[in-house]
């Protein structure tokens, strides 16, 4: 059994079919980090934002969220690594993917690792990871890890495998990544130093 500390690997789906190309996405790329971190020492969360479509759009009109949604937030702020997958929608995200980090505190994904993915109907649509994705988590100031996935419709084959051998590579090299930054992130945050007052620092040194 391993010694190391267990890492809290937690994914956020935005796909809304049951069953959809973007959770088989992220299904994908946690036991890919999971294997590469050591699957014994990694606890994966599933967060369908499917399931919390209503509560996202009440705490956006009350600002009080419900209990799961309140739970939801919670489990992020928990994660030593994040998994963010959404469908693409006018090239860039979908509403509901946005509206939940929307709802999230602006502190709460700093310095957090993060693995950005998206799925689409088509590979023209890729680039919205780099131009829509990235810069909202680079704005919630996460560590996103540098390969991002896009997965096309005509990536996957009948039976949810991948049809051809670049998207199998291209998640292993991200899920390596995010596992990486994981493994580095101390289990507990150091407690920040106490800041002494620049009249007792001055105090001191005329004594």
Do not use: C
Not at 66 to 74: P, S
Not at 76 to 96: C, K, N, Q, W
Request: hydrophobic share 45%; proline share 5%.
């Amino acid at each position: 059994m391993s010694t190391m500390n267990p890492l809290n690997l937690v994914v956020v789906s935005a796909g809304l079919g049951k069953p959809s190309s973007t959770r088989l996405l992220a299904d994908r790329l946690a036991a890919s980090t999971a294997r590469q971190s050591g699957a014994d020492r990694v606890e994966v969360q599933v967060i369908e934002l499917r399931d919390l479509a209503t509560g996202i759009a009440h705490n956006l009109v009350t600002g009080f969220p419900g209990a799961e949604l309140r739970a939801a937030v919670g489990t992020v702020a928990r994660a030593d690594g994040v998994i963010a997958v959404t469908p693409i929608f006018s090239a860039s995200y979908s509403g509901l993917f946005k509206s939940f980090f929307d709802v999230i505190d602006n502190d709460t994904l700093t310095g957090k690792p993060v693995l950005i993915a998206a799925t689409g109907g088509t590979g023209r649509h890729s680039l919205a990871l780099e131009h829509a994705v990235r810069p909202l988590f680079s704005y919630l100031r996460a560590v996103v890890v540098p390969t991002a996935v896009y997965a096309a419709t005509d990536d996957w084959g009948s039976g949810g495998d991948a049809h051809t051998d670049e998207l199998p590579a291209r998640i292993d090299r991200a899920a390596g990544e995010l596992a990486a930054l994981m493994d580095r992130r101390p289990a507990v945050p150091k407690q920040a130093e106490a800041v002494v007052p620049f009249a007792e620092q001055l105090a001191a040194l005329r004594v």
